[in-house]
Nanobody, 121 residues
Framework: VQLQAYGGGFVQVGGSLGLSCVAS????????MGWWRQAPGKEREYVAG????????YYSDSVKGRFRISRDNAKNIVSLQMNSLKPEDTAVYYC???????????????WGQGTQVPVSS
């Protein structure tokens, strides 16, 4: 499975930005799609995830209420709408997919290349 992310770039504090990620190749068994991020000097953080049926979503406490994840199964796209951005949201954002549920102890099967999101004041 190959993952290509789009939409990163500079944004001001309080602004909004949307990220999208397209999966291709062997997508028939993708169950979970989501986003992680890694800020400079910090460990990679699980930000948001969504299951195939869209019935279950996950958001980290740090983004809950500000970010919204969605997916288009027909197009194999997962998107992340980020609102009310803060300086601490500055990170490289990675899309990822898994054939099963992804959470603590269950890492994704495939990762995208990452896209930069610098939030400036």
């Amino acid at each position: 499975v190959q993952l290509q992310a789009y939409g990163g770039g500079f944004v001001q504090v309080g602004g909004s930005l949307g990220l999208s990620c397209v999966a291709s190749g062997g997508t028939f068994d993708i169950y979970w799609m989501g986003w992680w991020r890694q800020a400079p000097g910090k460990e990679r953080e699980y930000v948001a995830g969504i299951t195939w049926s869209r019935a279950t979503t996950y958001y980290s406490d740090s983004v809950k209420g500000r970010f919204r994840i969605s997916r288009d199964n027909a197009k194999n796209i997962v998107s992340l709408q980020m609102n009310s951005l803060k300086p601490e949201d500055t990170a490289v954002y990675y899309c990822a997919v898994g054939s099963g549920y992804v959470g603590a102890g269950n890492p994704p099967d495939y990762w995208g290349q990452g896209t930069q999101v610098p939030v400036s004041s």
